[in-house]
């Protein structure tokens, strides 16, 4: 069975970075889409940042220049690098695997990272 878990979660203060990680079992890791999507207190879950198959990348306006997502296909992980963190990107943040070709995705159960001003 599919499994993705996440770690690197935390309480960090404004203008600090924090590295998220997410290991994915039960899947052919290298076909997938992997990506990162946050949600906070009262709002809809968002895409973050996602890397293709091909390693193609695309992050969401409002974390473009702070945020780098990346893959290790050998280790089966996705890393999301995130730099000078503000209080607006307090959420839980989740891990993604989606497939065009098997018409699935899957989630991780979520890691909260909280940044105080």
């Known amino acids: 069975q599919v499994q993705l878990v996440e770690s690197g979660g935390g309480l960090v203060q404004a203008g600090e970075s924090l590295r998220l990680s997410c290991a994915a079992s039960g899947l052919t890791f290298s076909t997938y889409t992997m990506g990162w999507y946050r949600q906070a207190p009262g709002k809809q879950r968002e895409l973050v940042a996602r890397?293709?198959?091909?390693?193609?990348?695309n992050y969401a306006d409002s974390v473009k220049g702070r945020f780098t997502i990346s893959r290790d296909n050998a280790k089966n992980m996705v890393h999301l690098q995130m730099n000078s963190l503000k209080p607006e990107d307090t959420a839980v943040y989740y891990c993604n695997a989606a497939s065009i070709r098997y018409r699935v995705e899957y989630w991780g159960q979520g890691t909260q990272v909280t940044v105080s001003s």
């Open positions: 890397v293709t198959s091909g390693g193609s990348t």
